[in-house]
């Protein structure tokens, strides 16, 4: 019995390798990190994971994602690292996500191109919220489109790493279409813009002056809660909005719980594979964990920045509607986020006089 199972699958395996062969030769390895160094083609797609902190994601056998990425022949490194000079990864985050399916898949071209006199497909991409990768099938060969850019066309596919797929395309200028950030002078200026509730709170908080001062010493990172985010905290708190604004210890209490005094976050500064990044308001410690859906062991649904202390865990909303990071002067970012991020418990809050 043994002996005939061992043939089966020898026939099986040298039946697979024929066929292989036969197609073009596409080895298949351990994990993506293998097969990115198994070839400089690979040079740019393994400098972009690298770069944005994702070289354990490449080397995880358990990785399962789709990605179009530029061959090192069409592409440099260095051409994307530019554009991110300031940005701290916000920039090559956004365009590795949006070269990759959302979602753990593994997907063969063949199941994504459109078939001959099909229109092209349409596919979410993993970079948040509502970015769209494209594939369409043109005479000359299958494209890849992004939000923005020209098309990259498909010159190898398939290519096997771990339980991933890898297609090569042959040009790396696509990006997502998240609107261009929006400057505001100050950082009121830039909530009234959205999100009005969080405007009023940081308003008639003490740190008014910190928040809007064009000679401020320091950068700062600010944490918006939405509108629906404070109603649920009134709600939670049975007060109402007057009785909040009149609470200016409360008031202040919350404030410096969205604040971080010493530096200016973008989005890719607070992303790291498998470990969190912790971070300091000006009320006490946050952990800020990636949490993207193209990630084997993410904690939940979100695919973003999740913020959390012992008391709330946030999602941190940015590329929303409006605008989010906020990189000229005066020195500061602004983030969307959908829970208020209080310090203390629900109970000790109410406490707060
Ligand atoms: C990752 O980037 C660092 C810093 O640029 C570099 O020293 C290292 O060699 C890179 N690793 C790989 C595997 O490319
Ligand atoms: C990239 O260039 C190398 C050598 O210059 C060549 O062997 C390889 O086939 C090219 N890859 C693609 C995808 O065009
Ligand atoms: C504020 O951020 C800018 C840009 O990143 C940086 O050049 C500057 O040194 C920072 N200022 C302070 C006081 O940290
Ligand atoms: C912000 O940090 C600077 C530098 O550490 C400090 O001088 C300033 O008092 C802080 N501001 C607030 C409102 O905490």
Known sequence: MAKAGIFVISVMVSIYLTAGAAAATV??????????????????????????GLLPLLKDPNTMITCF????????????????VDQEGRYVWAILLQHCLDGQKAAFLKSLAPVVGEEMRRYDSAFPIGAYIWIDRQEDGIYYYGEEGEAGKVVKADLKGGKSIIHLID??????????????????EFLDFNYPIAREIFSASSFVNFLTDPARATNITVFAPSDAAF????????????????????????????????????????????????????AGPLTATAD??????????????????????AVLSDYDVGGNDVWDPPKYVCHYVDKVLIPISIKDLSKVK
């Open 27 to 52: 080895p298949s390895y351990k994990t993506l990190y293998d097969l990115f160094i198994s070839s400089p083609e690979f040079n740019v797609a393994l400098g972009l994971f690298n770069y944005t």
């Open 69 to 84: 990425l530029p061959t090192s022949n069409a592409t440099q490194l260095g051409a994307y690292l530019d554009w991110d």
């Open 171 to 188: 040009n790396g200028n696509q990006y997502p279409s998240f609107p261009p950030p929006d400057t505001f002078d100050t950082v009121l």
């Open 231 to 282: 109603a649920a905290l009134l709600k939670q708190l049975k007060i109402t909005k007057a009785q909040l604004l009149n609470n200016r210890a409360l008031v202040d209490l919350l404030a410096a719980a969205h604040v971080i005094n010493g530096s200016a976050l973008y989005t890719g500064a607070m992303i790291r594979y498998g470990s969190p990044i912790k971070l300091q308001t000006m």
């Open 292 to 313: 993207l859906t193209i990630f084997p062991k993410r904690s939940g649904p979100a695919k973003t920045v999740v913020l959390s202390n012992a008391y709330v865990k």
